[in-house]
T-cell receptor
Framework: AQKITQTQPGMFVQEKEAVTLDCTYDTSDQSYGLFWYKQPSSGEMIFLIYQGSYDEQNATEGRYSLNFQKARKSANLVISASQLGDSAMYFCAMREARSGSARQLTFGSGTQLTVLP | DAGITQSPRHKVTETGTPVTLRCHQTENHRYMYWYRQDPGHGLRLIHYSYGVKDTDKGEVSDGYSVSRSKTEDFLLTLESATSSQTSVYFC??????????????FGPGTRLTVL
């Protein structure tokens, strides 16, 4: 079973509107972290936002917020007031406590977001 | 932005030749990672390092080796490149902060083509 599932290969949103990118995860660990990264067409991986499994409040970073629903094992990224520069591939990732010293991230397959003018 | 550079940024090589990719950081972070990115797979961990001379395998380590002789440098070597190793390679760094908030920051990537 996939640990991170992003069911939307591609999404379109009108400029200035909000958009939600879906991410569901699978883990039996009690302690884990969830991350979102942005990859524009230039190719770099940019860290956006982090949510810890024990965090009681949803994470927010500027126009980015994470809709964390622990019981449903979902960690959706919400981008408010979309801008043309938000057009990119977005990856959800998880680090489980069981990764131990590896501290490795497990990535989803990504969602390509296109912001329309 | 985290100070991470990768070299070369692009490389074309032939099957069977050795290839070394370099990751250099100026952040003095303890952890360094090599990932590969292929269509439909997101990023997958190849090897990681948790200190000088301390390395271990990741999810897709076959055909790759690594070395870390200095904190700032992490080398990825393909001993005998194969076409299946055509990919984009990312280096990442992180530090041992508390709990799970240990964010990984990525380098710009190296596009490797094996003919």
């Amino acid at each position: 079973a996939q640990k991170i599932t992003q069911t939307q290969p591609g999404m379109f949103v009108q400029e200035k509107e909000a958009v939600t990118l879906d991410c569901t995860y699978d883990t039996s660990d009690q302690s884990y972290g969830l991350f979102w990264y942005k990859q524009p067409s230039s190719g770099e991986m940019i860290f956006l936002i982090y949510q810890g499994s024990y965090d009681e409040q949803n994470a927010t970073e500027g126009r980015y917020s994470l809709n964390f629903q622990k019981a449903r094992k979902s960690a959706n990224l919400v981008i408010s007031a979309s801008q043309l520069g938000d057009s990119a591939m977005y990856f959800c990732a998880m680090r489980e406590a069981r990764s131990g010293s590896a501290r490795q991230l497990t990535f989803g397959s990504g969602t390509q977001l296109t912001v329309l003018p | 932005d985290a100070g991470i550079t990768q070299s070369p940024r692009h490389k074309v090589t032939e099957t069977g030749t050795p290839v070394t990719l370099r990751c250099h950081q100026t952040e003095n972070h303890r952890y360094m990672y090599w990932y590969r990115q292929d269509p439909g797979h997101g990023l997958r961990l190849i090897h990681y390092s948790y200190g000088v001379k301390d390395t271990d395998k990741g999810e897709v380590s076959d055909g790759y080796s690594v070395s870390r002789s200095k904190t700032e440098d992490f080398l990825l070597t393909l001993e005998s490149a194969t076409s299946s190793q055509t990919s984009v390679y990312f280096c990442a760094i992180s530090d041992t902060t508390s709990g799970e908030t240990d964010t990984q920051y990525f380098g710009p990537g190296t596009r490797l083509t094996v003919l």
